[in-house]
C-alpha cells in the first residue's frame, strides 16, 4: 500500500477535532510516524546547508574567473571600510555573496519546480500561481540558473585542475555529475518535506 493510501485510510478512521496524542498519553498509531518524518526532514536540511557550503565554494571560484569584477574585496565598497579592520572579514568579496545567492535560488526554485511536477494533485491551487504563465516563468528560470551553474561549475573545474584548457571530458562528466547532485538533493528535500505535511494533516 502506497503513502497516500496510508493516509488516506488512517484519515477514515481517525475522529475529527481530535489531537495526535491521546488523553491518557498513549500516542495514537502516527504520533512516531510524524516525529520521525519531522526528524528526517529537519537532519536533511542540516545536510542540505553543508552540501550548500561546497556548492558556495566552487560556484565563488568560477565567479571570479567568469566575472572578475565580483573579485571585488567588501571593504572596498561605500560604507563597508570598517571590515578592512578585521582579520578574516577583509578577505570576503562580491564572488561569496553571489554564490550564496545563485545557491538560495536555485535550491529554492527547483524544490519548488519539482513539488509542482511531482506532487501535482497535492500541491496547494492558488488563483495567482496555479497559471501557466507563472508554471512556465518559474520553469524558465530554473532552467537558467541551473545553467549557470552547470557553466560556473565546469569553468572552475576546467581552470584549477586542468590549466584553464578548452574542453575537459572530465570536467563534464564532474559537472553532469554535480547537476544531477543538486537536482536530487532538491527531490529529497521536496518528497521529505510532503510526507512529514501529509502525516501532520492526518493527524490534525
Not at 19 to 48: E, H, N, S, Y
Not at 52 to 60: E, F, L, P, R, S
Amino acid at each position: 500500500m502506497s503513502l497516500a493510501e496510508q493516509l488516506r485510510a488512517y484519515r477514515d478512521t481517525t475522529r475529527p477535532g481530535r489531537d495526535c496524542a491521546d488523553d491518557d498519553a498513549t500516542p495514537r498509531p502516527g504520533t512516531f510516524q510524524l516525529i520521525l518524518a519531522w526528524m528526517r526532514l529537519w537532519g536533511f536540511r542540516a545536510v542540505k546547508l553543508l552540501i550548500g557550503a561546497g556548492y558556495v565554494a566552487v560556484i565563488t571560484e568560477g565567479l571570479r574567473m567568469v566575472v572578475p569584477a565580483l573579485g571585488i574585496k567588501l571593504h572596498k565598497l561605500p560604507l563597508l571600510g570598517v571590515l578592512k579592520g578585521y582579520e578574516g572579514w577583509h578577505q570576503l568579496d562580491l564572488a561569496l555573496f553571489g554564490g550564496m545567492l545563485l545557491f538560495a535560488f536555485s535550491s529554492s526554485i527547483w524544490c519548488a519546480l519539482l513539488e509542482r511536477w511531482l506532487y501535482e494533485d497535492l500541491t496547494a491551487s492558488s488563483s495567482d500561481r496555479a497559471g501557466t504563465t507563472y508554471q512556465s516563468c518559474l520553469t524558465a528560470v530554473g532552467v537558467v540558473i541551473l545553467f549557470s551553474d552547470a557553466c560556473l561549475f565546469y569553468r572552475a573545474m576546467t581552470f584549477v585542475g586542468w590549466g584553464g584548457q578548452a574542453f575537459s571530458l572530465t570536467a563534464l562528466l564532474g559537472t553532469l555529475a554535480y547537476v544531477a547532485v543538486l537536482v536530487a538533493v532538491c527531490m529529497t528535500s521536496v518528497n521529505l518535506k510532503r510526507d512529514y505535511v501529509s502525516l501532520k494533516r492526518a493527524c490534525a
